[in-house]
């Protein structure tokens, strides 16, 4: 039963270099969301998807582009890595207006 | 914008009592509430929910008791143990927007 799954749950990046996080969810879950978390601060959304082949902004998505191409996964990249982008990232996913299911993080710092 | 607040940072409570978080909420649109725990390198884990058609609902220890009219939400746990120290969210969602989103927490820390 694994739920939501994050990978990679830990990357080092300098400054200028791209990478993707990758969020998996086996719940048949129509909606997916990924959130940031600083130290001392709540989940601010950056993008979101409703479903397959859909994608939204959310409060904070300048720097990152995500892609849903399957109802499962959910792409979330960073176009050119900045220390500001230093974070844990959260994806979550839910069934309409229910409750939001979370994976474990995935922990970025960049150099 | 919408956002969801706390008004303590942190609540300091001893091992037994009962402890009280609450959360004020700005959309008076928002029609579903949850509250997440979230322990220290892990996600958020679902506590509790509650629509707006209800003022109260009750789980195993908690309790959620919802405002409308002051726009303000409240997690009660019963018998607080040291397993739930630990930083607790309140998340409200709007119909139609699809969006959740999230207060800036509150630690709780049980004392023995």
């Known amino acids: 039963n694994a739920g939501v799954t994050q990978t990679p749950k830990f990357r080092v990046l300098k400054t200028g270099q791209s990478m993707t996080l990758l969020c998996a969810q086996d719940m048949n879950h129509e909606y997916m969301y990924w959130y940031r978390q600083d130290p001392g601060m709540g989940l601010r959304l950056i993008h979101y998807?409703?479903?397959?082949?859909?994608?939204a902004k959310g409060e904070v998505p300048d720097g990152y582009n995500v892609s849903r191409l399957k109802k499962q996964n959910f792409l979330l990249g960073l176009e050119s890595a900045a220390p500001s982008q230093t974070s844990v990232y959260f994806c979550a996913s839910s069934s309409l207006a229910n409750v939001l299911t979370f994976g474990a993080g995935s922990r970025l710092t960049v150099l | 914008g919408e956002s969801v607040g706390l008004h303590l940072p942190t609540l300091s409570v001893q091992e037994g009592d009962n402890s009280i978080i609450n959360c004020a909420y700005s959309?008076?649109?928002?029609?579903?509430f949850i509250w997440y725990k979230q322990e220290s390198g892990k996600g958020p884990q679902f506590i509790i929910d509650?629509?707006?058609?209800?003022d109260k609902r009750q789980g195993q220890r908690v309790t959620v008791l919802l405002n409308k009219t002051v726009k303000h939400l409240s997690l009660q746990i019963a018998a607080t143990q040291p397993g739930d120290s630990a930083v607790y969210f309140c998340?409200?969602?709007?119909?139609?927007?699809?969006?959740?989103?999230f207060g800036t927490g509150t630690r709780l820390k049980v004392l023995a």
């Open positions: 959309n008076s649109a928002s029609d579903y």
């Open positions: 998340a409200e969602y709007t119909s139609g927007t699809y969006k959740y989103i």
């Open positions: 998807s409703v479903g397959e082949g859909t994608t």
């Open positions: 509650i629509r707006s058609n209800m």
